[in-house]
């Protein structure tokens, strides 16, 4: 399935969402909560990508049926309007492969594969692992470098080995190197998305193409538009976007931890989130008190009809 929102610099989109996976209070994957998620970030947050079963998404903890009918939910719900990128990473390749294959068939425009996390392999090992899952399918596939999460950077010659498959088309940054990303950027075609809330308009800067973001949940419509002023070349608009949203960034990615912060701002904002499956835990009530003060800081709109 072709992808709606994919451009030949931008393959998956401009603006996404690494989306967390709404559950209800028995600890179940809520879908109709999916859906209902998906579309106001379709809708509202002007998302033309989202990202379903990532980390942020709680992934470790789904199970493999639980994924396939979480992005059966999302395709039916916006996949005619926006890319739908299905987390397929794990730290086993023939896993990853199975996790492929099944998203291929539920309609997935595109795989994000995340650096094999624990076990530490080595860059060939990554190569191998990366050009498997990518042989797997006929569906582009976006690199996901992480390194403080997975132990292991995705060095630049295995980049540019990795950018030779017809198939690996972008990378979602998350190791902080500007230099190293430009390095990759002018030495192939891969396509580089900011997945670092804090950088995206550096990365911007140098070449990136777009962002996957998690407070994106809630004032992705900002992101939108800071993207789209910086292309049109009014750097100074995008400066005054980026620097008021830098309350929602500290409230959200500087506290505990991207997940759980989403969801305690979905909740503010009257969206579907639910609870965390263990071992990740709510958000305490001190830690919501202050994302409430930032994102209220930071001009979100919250349920209670609190705004600047």
């Given at each position: 399935?072709a992808?709606?929102?994919?451009?030949?610099d931008?393959p998956f989109?401009r603006?996404l969402?690494a989306?967390?996976?709404?559950?209800?209070?028995?600890?179940?994957?809520d879908?109709?909560?999916a859906?209902?998620?998906?579309t106001?970030l379709v809708?509202?947050?002007?998302?033309?990508?989202?990202v379903?079963?990532?980390?942020?998404?709680?992934?470790?903890t789904?199970?493999?049926?639980?994924k396939e009918?979480?992005?059966r939910a999302?395709?039916?719900a916006?996949?005619?309007?926006a890319t739908?990128?299905a987390?397929?990473g794990?730290?086993?390749?023939?896993h990853?492969?199975g996790?492929?294959?099944?998203?291929?068939?539920?309609?997935?425009?595109?795989?994000?594969?995340?650096?094999?996390?624990y076990?530490?392999?080595?860059q060939?090992?990554l190569?191998?692992?990366?050009t498997?899952?990518?042989?797997?399918?006929g569906l582009?596939?976006m690199?996901?470098?992480?390194?403080?999460r997975?132990?292991?950077?995705?060095?630049?010659?295995?980049?540019?080995?990795l950018?030779?498959?017809?198939?690996?088309?972008?990378?979602?940054?998350?190791?902080?190197d500007?230099?190293?990303?430009?390095?990759?950027?002018?030495a192939t075609?891969?396509?580089?998305?900011?997945?670092?809330?804090?950088l995206?308009?550096?990365?911007?800067s140098v070449?990136?193409?777009?962002?996957?973001s998690?407070?994106?949940h809630?004032?992705?419509?900002?992101i939108?538009?800071?993207?789209?002023?910086y292309?049109?070349?009014d750097?100074?608009?995008?400066l005054?976007?980026?620097?008021?949203?830098?309350?929602?960034?500290?409230g959200?990615m500087?506290?505990a931890?991207g997940?759980?912060?989403?969801k305690?701002?979905l909740?503010?904002v009257?969206?579907?989130?639910?609870?965390?499956?263990?071992?990740?835990?709510e958000a305490t009530?001190?830690?919501?008190?202050?994302?409430?003060?930032?994102?209220i800081?930071?001009g979100v709109?919250?349920?209670?009809g609190?705004?600047?």
């Amino acid at each position: 399935m072709a992808a709606p929102t994919g451009t030949s610099d931008a393959p998956f989109g401009r603006m996404l969402t690494a989306m967390v996976t709404p559950f209800a209070h028995d600890g179940s994957v809520d879908y109709e909560g999916a859906q209902r998620l998906a579309t106001y970030l379709v809708d509202e947050q002007r998302n033309d990508g989202l990202v379903v079963s990532g980390t942020t998404g709680e992934s470790p903890t789904t199970t493999d049926d639980e994924k396939e009918r979480l992005l059966r939910a999302v395709v039916e719900a916006v996949g005619e309007r926006a890319t739908i990128v299905a987390g397929a990473g794990t730290n086993d390749t023939h896993h990853s492969v199975g996790l492929a294959r099944a998203a291929e068939r539920a309609g997935a425009h595109g795989l994000l594969l995340v650096t094999p996390y624990y076990s530490k392999p080595p860059q060939e090992g990554l190569y191998r692992h990366f050009t498997a899952v990518a042989d797997a399918t006929g569906l582009p596939v976006m690199l996901y470098d992480i390194p403080g999460r997975s132990g292991v950077p995705i060095r630049n010659e295995t980049l540019a080995r990795l950018a030779r498959h017809e198939r690996i088309v972008a990378v979602k940054d998350a190791k902080a190197d500007l230099f190293a990303g430009s390095q990759v950027m002018a030495a192939t075609g891969l396509a580089y998305y900011s997945g670092d809330d804090t950088l995206n308009l550096p990365w911007l800067s140098v070449g990136a193409v777009g962002c996957v973001s998690v407070i994106g949940h809630v004032v992705g419509a900002e992101i939108a538009a800071m993207i789209e002023l910086y292309g049109a070349g009014d750097v100074a608009g995008a400066l005054a976007i980026h620097r008021r949203l830098l309350p929602v960034v500290s409230g959200i990615m500087m506290q505990a931890g991207g997940a759980i912060m989403a969801k305690a701002a979905l909740a503010l904002v009257g969206q579907p989130a639910g609870p965390m499956r263990p071992p990740l835990a709510e958000a305490t009530d001190g830690e919501v008190a202050r994302l409430r003060e930032d994102l209220i800081a930071g001009g979100v709109k919250l349920s209670d009809g609190v705004v600047t």
